[in-house]
């Protein structure tokens, strides 16, 4: 019997509805922008919000949502996957007073706009580096990309590492792997505290198992939620969890860490912790 591949299945189909000139993948490093009055990080409580947005940060409700969160929780650092951004990029919904850093994986050619990682923080990064997959997903014809920032911590002579991900998804295991050591060679290279943060796409043992043996390698603590919490994080019917928060060489305050079950405006729930050096 001929098997067909789910990714080859998928390009097929995606062939017939999406014109392939309307996506485009583009080499755009990173766009930065940064607020004037700040200080370092303060090693006594980083807060940190991850959350794939799922395109929708310009529609009301996700607007309501984020303004919430932020005057709630006060997050210090922002990890954001799945940001539309206008190529104007005047400014980032809700973030006048923090520096941001984003990183575009394609351009919508018809709305002029781009997608990718957006990381915010209440300190300038010293610098951001954008890391585009080898290899392209078929819905789109794209790469993924992982955006990768540096902090100073208030107090540390080492800075903080903050990475940014959204892997690969609808393609063959090895093209999984290979993003997720080209990720780990980076993380292993840095030798202070450091967060990795992200939609990992792990809907599978087998893609949950190669993301466990990368963390245990560099030495990463999963950042854990009580179980109810946990219910809560994105899945596909029985999966392992898709989001995540890894750290090194931090402390995490486990009771201002929750998913925020409340919030509707995207098929991902924001997830919240806070830190300590």
Not at 23 to 33: G, K, L, S, Y
Not at 152 to 169: C, D, M, Q
Not at 222 to 229: G, I, K, P, Q
Not at 254 to 263: A, G
Request: positive net charge.
């Amino acid at each position: 019997m001929l098997e067909i591949k789910q990714e080859d299945l998928t390009t097929s189909l995606l062939r017939r509805f999406v014109p392939s000139h309307r996506f485009v993948p583009i080499q755009v490093a990173t766009i930065n922008r940064s607020y004037s009055l700040q200080a370092p990080l303060n090693s006594d409580s980083i807060k940190v919000l991850n959350w794939n947005i799922a395109k929708k940060n310009y529609e009301k409700n996700w607007t309501k949502d984020f303004t919430e969160i932020i005057n709630q929780h006060h997050p210090d650092i922002i990890f954001l996957q799945e940001v539309r951004m206008d190529t104007r990029v005047e400014q980032a919904i809700g973030l006048a007073e923090m520096s941001w850093s984003f990183a575009p994986n394609f351009m919508d050619t018809h709305h002029n706009t781009y997608f990718g990682l957006l990381t915010a923080a209440k300190t300038t990064s010293i610098n951001s580096q954008a890391l585009l997959t080898q290899h392209y997903e078929p819905f789109l014809r794209t790469p993924k990309v992982s955006l990768i920032t540096e902090y100073f911590i208030s107090g540390l002579p080492e800075k903080l590492l903050a990475v940014n991900s959204h892997l690969i998804n609808f393609v063959d295991l090895n093209k999984f792997k290979t993003q997720l050591h080209e990720l780990e060679y980076v993380l292993s290279k840095h030798r202070g505290p450091i967060i990795f943060s992200g939609d990992f796409n792990t809907w599978n043992s087998a893609r949950a198992m190669l993301l466990s043996s990368v963390i245990a390698r560099l030495g990463l603590t999963t950042v854990s939620f009580s179980a109810s919490d946990s219910r809560n994080i994105k899945r596909f019917l029985l999966s392992p969890p898709l989001d995540h928060i890894f750290y090194r060489g931090l402390n995490q305050t486990k009771r201002n860490t929750k998913v925020l079950d409340h919030i509707s405006s995207s098929d991902h729930k924001p997830l919240i912790t806070e830190f300590s050096c």
